[in-house]
């Protein structure tokens, strides 16, 4: 089950903040983020697993809800660096699948 | 430390056709992901091989196929192309999957189906 991500595209200025939301309908055993900047490969940012505090990268952040399956990442003062697409990942704990959402376009200007 | 390589980088083949892919992962990773990119699709995991054996399976069609040799390089294999294939086929390692740990990604090989 494909996990949904919110929203499908963020415009910024530097200096501002972003929320990017993950949701699953089913329960979940951890909740891994990736950035993947324009005509190169996914990074991996952080992993976040059930019952584990929030994590975090230098100003990005992450929580992982486990009741409601939701995770978000939180970024803070962004810089044109952080432009790129997010990803979330799934892990629904019964497959040995990581499940990728559709991706969050976050778009950084001066 | 080198990082996963992929091959081609761009091809482009016609309907009808197959095409192999090729992925060699970082030294010392015995597990493989593949995933299929395409603009709002996200990416679309496609199967995983460990130590030689397919651990899982997406959702695709049995024109999707591949293998791992005892290397750990992974090749998959897309039979009977449609235009519907076209996207940018990602390979991933990492040590032991990429649900316990990071996997770390090629830079893809880009298939036109035309």
């Known amino acids: 089950q494909q996990p949904v991500q919110s929203p499908q595209a963020v415009i910024l200025r530097e200096g501002e903040d972003a929320v990017i939301n993950c949701s699953s309908s089913k329960a979940l055993y951890s909740v891994h983020w990736y950035r993947q900047k324009h005509g190169e490969a996914p990074v991996f940012l952080m992993i976040l697993l059930k019952g584990g505090e929030q994590k975090g990268h230098d100003k990005i952040s992450a929580s992982f809800n486990e009741k409601k399956q939701q995770s978000s990442l939180y970024l803070t003062a962004s810089q044109l660096s952080y432009s790129g697409t997010y990803f979330c990942?799934?892990?629904?704990?019964?497959?040995?699948?990581?499940?990728f959402g559709t991706g969050t376009r976050l778009q950084v200007f001066p | 430390k080198a990082g996963v390589t992929q091959t081609p980088r761009y091809l482009i083949k016609t309907r009808g056709q197959q095409v192999t892919l090729s992925c060699s992962p970082i030294s010392g990773h015995r597990s493989v992901s593949w995933y299929q990119q395409t603009p709002g699709q996200g990416l679309q995991f496609l199967f995983e091989y460990f130590s030689e054996t397919q651990r899982n399976k997406g959702n695709f069609p049995g024109r999707f196929s591949g293998r791992q040799f005892s290397n750990s390089r992974s090749e998959m294999n897309v039979s009977t192309l449609e235009l519907g294939d076209s996207a940018l086929y990602l390979c991933?390692?990492?040590?032991?999957?990429?649900?316990?740990?990071?996997?770390?990604f090629g830079e893809g090989s880009r298939l036109t189906v035309l």
């Open positions: 990942g799934t892990d629904e704990g019964d497959t040995d699948k990581l499940i």
């Open positions: 991933a390692s990492s040590r032991s999957g990429g649900r316990t740990g990071e996997l770390f």
